[in-house]
């Protein structure tokens, strides 16, 4: 059997959901959304509201919003990024290039919240993730503080910022254990990098997903199981920003909405960021992530029944040094299996097998290659960013 060159396939296949606000040299690294007004609780004069029980739900639900905001806003934070200055030449449209100058400019790009009154910010990994960048935080009363350090969980799309200030309002952290379809749910954030202090409603609309989230613009893709879905506006700059209950409490963090699509959010877990919050309080750091070294995209059924090739995670590429490398694995393989799990589109795909395993852990590989099957084993190492 020939072997067969997916390279060209998968750029017009794969469909990624975009993580939101990336911060790609100094700007927003995501599409922009038509901005619509937050009138869902609005009572209308001219509306023919019947009164009584009606009524006096929407007084209610539209007093639970307020009540809400106006407690948590205080200890929502929007992150601003600054990068260098550099000096760029791009193509005149009157003949030869001209000088421009990138950077240098603030700009703000995500939102946190306070989780502790000595200066602790939760945030999305990916809102902080620009080399040679700095950072400052802005709270709600228009004070800015430069971010001192900053702690990336590389499990999870969260990231840990410190900065020197004290008597900061935290918020109180929930639980997402016993979440249910159809709750109520607020988000509060800087929508578009613009709005500070957004505040915008819904419900939950899905629990346990599992989505591919990424950035179109910087190649970087990550694997996020078990994250809530809410039909509450997600927009540019309020990832990293909390997803709340009626009472208040922070039950998720934003981080990625649908590519393409309206009211379809997404957030992870508070309970999933508690468990790396407390390591990182305990220990100073996040907890190690197992790393195998490929890069690689997954193949459905669809696909390898028109290529005549198996299910699996295709290798697009092996990093140099990396456990991949030392197994065996080689461009074009595909991992049809991982500790005896096979990998599907729909089901166990490589990085979530891979993040049920911790670093050192030896497991073995089902590969196939040019119509061969193979038997290889990795020693998992530690992910270092």
Same mark, same amino acid.
């Given at each position: 059997m020939s072997k067969p060159k997916f390279k060209g396939l998968f750029t017009g296949i794969i469909i990624a959901f975009v993580v939101l606000a990336s911060a790609l040299s100094g700007a927003l690294a995501d599409r922009?959304?038509?901005?619509?007004?937050?009138?869902? @609780? /609005?009572?209308r004069q001219d509306s023919n509201f019947r009164v009584g029980n009606f009524e006096q739900k929407v007084l209610t639900e539209e007093s639970v919003v307020t009540q809400v905001a106006e407690n948590v806003s205080p200890s929502v934070v929007t992150v601003s990024i600054q990068t260098p200055e550099r000096r760029v030449l791009e193509f005149s449209p009157f003949g030869g290039f001209r000088s421009r100058v990138e950077g240098g400019t603030p700009q703000d790009i995500g939102s946190g919240f306070i989780v502790s009154s000595d200066g602790l910010i939760v945030?999305?990994?990916h809102v902080v993730d620009s080399q040679g960048a700095s950072y400052k935080v802005?709270?709600?009363?228009?004070?800015?503080?430069?971010?001192?350090?900053?702690?990336?969980?590389?499990s999870n799309d969260i990231a840990v910022l410190k900065i020197d200030a004290g008597d900061l309002k935290p918020v109180e952290l929930g639980s997402s254990?016993?979440?249910?379809?159809?709750? @109520? /749910?607020?988000?509060?954030?800087?929508?578009?990098?613009?709005?500070?202090?957004t505040v915008t409603?819904?419900?939950?609309?899905?629990?346990g997903r599992g989505i591919t989230a990424g950035s179109a613009f910087e190649g970087?893709?990550?694997r996020l199981d078990d994250v809530i879905q809410t039909d509450a506006a997600i927009n540019p700059g309020n990832s990293g920003g909390p997803l709340l209950n009626s009472a208040g409490q922070v039950i998720g963090v934003n981080v990625a909405v649908a590519q393409g699509a309206?009211?379809?959010g997404f957030a992870i877990p508070i309970d999933i960021v508690k468990q790396g919050l407390n390591q990182f309080k305990s220990t100073g750091k996040f907890i190690s992530k197992p790393f195998l070294g490929v890069e690689y995209q997954m193949i459905g059924k669809r696909v390898a029944i028109l290529n005549d090739v198996p299910e699996g995670a295709y290798v697009l590429s092996v990093v140099a040094g990396s456990p991949a490398e030392s197994a065996g694995l080689q461009e074009e393989d595909i991992i049809t299996k991982m500790d005896d799990k096979r990998l599907t589109v729909d089901g166990d795909d490589l990085a979530k097998?891979?993040?049920?395993k911790r670093p050192g852990d030896k497991v073995p590989l089902e590969v196939w290659r040019n119509g061969e099957t193979l038997q290889l084993f990795a020693t998992l190492s530690e992910f270092n960013e």
């Open positions: 922009l959304f038509v901005i619509k007004p937050l009138d869902y @609780f /609005v009572k945030t999305n990994r802005i709270t709600s009363d228009e004070k800015e503080y430069e971010v001192k350090q900053i702690s990336k969980d590389p254990e016993n979440l249910k379809v159809g709750q @109520f /749910v607020i988000a509060i954030g800087t929508a578009l990098g613009e709005f500070r202090h409603t819904g419900v939950i609309s899905g629990l970087y893709v990550e309206e009211n379809i097998v891979i993040s049920e």
